[in-house]
């Protein structure tokens, strides 16, 4: 397929335990974005990846969160003892900067994670 | 910090009418914005984008309105269609920054 992957699309946990959630980029995109949305509420910028640049953590909001990119391509986001708190939609974004400076993000489905 | 905000949560209109939904943003150096449609249960999808250094740009149906005075952004849907219902979110980016920043979105309902 030719757009952002996400997986799972949804996610049941208990609290206290890991997740992995996993987004696969449109194939060439050199930037990566997570976001993260509350039911109703906009989106919460979480983490940017950008080439082999270090990546731009300032918006995870605890140590609890981390995430990787892999080979420029896939990346994970991590969530251990993850809290109720945490239950939201976490959307993956990836996009090819213009030389021109415009850059349109390219979003996948989000993950719908539930913490019991 | 940066923050991108819309005046009204919630649009309703009847179909066939022009909407029009407003966005605020406070950062004077972003240079780039973009509007965002989120239907339910999806990712948001690009609509149509504007660079600061123009004021007004037309899609298919839909034209964004960009005051650099009052940093203002609006998104006008001409003969708004029952497909338009949906969540839409303005973002900013600028030069100096990497990331996008989102508003917190405005629910527009069309009425049959």
């Known amino acids: 397929g030719a757009g952002v992957s996400q997986s799972p699309s949804n996610k049941v946990t208990e609290k206290g335990k890991d997740v992995e959630l996993r987004c696969d980029p449109i194939s060439g995109h050199t930037a990566l974005y997570w976001y993260r949305q509350s039911l109703g509420q906009g989106l919460e910028f979480l983490i940017y990846?950008?080439?082999?640049?270090?990546?731009?953590k300032s918006g995870l909001p605890s140590d609890r969160f981390s995430a990787e990119r892999t080979g420029g391509s896939v990346s994970t986001l991590t969530i251990q003892r993850t809290q109720q708190e945490d239950s939201a939609v976490y959307l993956c974004?990836?996009?090819?900067?213009?030389?021109?400076?415009?850059?349109?993000?390219?979003f996948g489905s989000g993950t719908q994670l539930s913490v019991l | 910090g940066e923050s991108v905000g819309l005046h009204l949560p919630t649009l309703s209109v009847q179909e066939g009418d022009n909407s029009i939904i407003n966005c605020a943003y406070s950062?004077?150096?972003?240079?780039?914005f973009i509007w965002y449609k989120q239907e339910s249960g999806k990712g948001p999808q690009f609509i149509i984008d504007i660079r600061s250094n123009m004021d007004k740009r037309q899609g298919q149906r839909v034209t964004v309105l960009l005051n650099k005075t009052v940093k203002h952004l609006s998104l006008q849907i001409a003969a708004t269609q029952p497909g338009d219902s949906a969540v839409y979110f303005c973002?900013?980016?600028?030069?100096?920054?990497?990331?996008?920043?989102f508003g917190s979105g405005t629910k527009l309902n069309v009425k049959p």
């Open positions: 950062n004077s150096a972003s240079d780039y």
């Open positions: 990846f950008q080439g082999n640049s270090a990546p731009d």
């Open positions: 973002a900013e980016k600028g030069y100096n920054f990497n990331k996008f920043y």
């Open positions: 974004a990836s996009s090819n900067a213009q030389q021109d400076g415009n850059e349109k993000l390219f």
